[in-house]
């Protein structure tokens, strides 16, 4: 069943948005070798409580952490650990916020240091496959053009997308109808409409688009290993096209910042 949101719950919705928004922001600034992926974590989880959210996945159905952590070659759901991040890794962080009712959901995957060009490939590729995908977000059409568009995106850069998980509707739950894959034929599955807020979120791999499960259920990885990207953002369709409710520009400002000083942050995790 697909609710279509009042302008009240819009509204709602934006502002749980912003502040997952800003949360990966705080993350943004912490992103560095020898930093362990349980500091990034708690990073999020406690701006988002000084912020009156709440960190939706923790706990959602006895997930670990606040924010999935999808080092390399885990595609999702990774959990929050002891292992230090590495010049060269690269770090999805996806997080879910809950604020007044409603949730927000983004995703963003960062290069630890210099990285190689080829992985960078994969993100700028894997980011812009996103931006495709919003764009084929219009009232009239239906979800197979999103799919498609993001489908045929990556596999002409050479790449391909997970299968087995797919971006969601969301609104009072993170995860509500339609499903949103990331592969599929244009002109199928349900009408778009004014007023449905969605989740687009590509998982691109490197190599086969093949996944693996752990045994504890959750933690998701590449079956031949090589990297995979993540990126997502929460939107609203309108008359007038897609309003984009999550923003990547508060990551971006603290990249930028940390580029221009220099600085590399002090590892806290360090005796
Ligand atoms: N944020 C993920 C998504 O994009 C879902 C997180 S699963 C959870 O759909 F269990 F960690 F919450
Ligand atoms: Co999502």
Redesign the pocket.
């Known amino acids: 069943m697909i609710f279509l949101k009042t302008e009240e719950e819009i509204e709602k919705i934006r502002l749980a948005s912003d502040l997952v928004s800003r949360t990966l922001g705080e993350v943004a600034r912490w992103v560095a070798p020898g930093v362990t992926t349980r500091r990034l974590d708690d990073v999020a989880r406690e701006f988002i409580l000084d912020n009156g959210g709440k960190p939706?996945?923790?706990g959602?159905?006895g997930?670990p952490?606040t924010l999935?952590i999808e080092v390399n070659e885990t595609v999702?759901?990774g959990f929050p650990s002891s292992y230090e991040l590495r010049e060269g890794d690269i770090i999805g962080t996806?997080?879910?916020v809950e604020l007044n009712g409603y949730n927000g959901?983004?995703?963003f995957t960062f290069a630890v240091g210099e990285i190689d060009p080829k992985v960078r490939r994969l993100l700028e590729v894997t980011r812009h496959s996103l931006t495709v995908g919003v764009e084929a977000a219009r009232a009239g059409k239906r979800v197979g053009d999103i799919s498609n568009a993001v489908q045929t995106y990556c596999e002409k850069a050479g790449y391909n997308v997970v299968r087995e998980?797919c971006?969601?509707g969301i609104g009072r739950s993170?995860?509500e109808d339609p499903e949103v894959p990331n592969y599929g034929r244009r002109g199928m599955g349900p009408i778009l409409k004014p007023g449905m807020a969605i989740?687009i979120?590509p998982m691109v791999n490197m190599g086969s688009r093949n996944i693996v499960i752990e045994r504890d259920g959750?933690q998701c990885r590449t079956k031949d290993r090589k990297p995979s990207a993540h990126f997502?953002h929460t939107l609203v369709i309108r008359e007038e096209g897609p309003e984009v409710l999550t923003t990547f520009r508060y990551i971006d400002e603290a990249l930028e910042a940390a580029s221009r000083s220099g600085l590399t942050i002090e590892n806290p995790d360090k005796e």
Do not use: I, K, N
Request: contains cysteine; negative net charge.
């Open positions: 939706a996945c923790l959602y159905h997930f952490g999935c999702v759901h996806d997080c879910v959901d983004s995703c998980m971006g969601h993170m995860h989740c979120e959750w997502e």
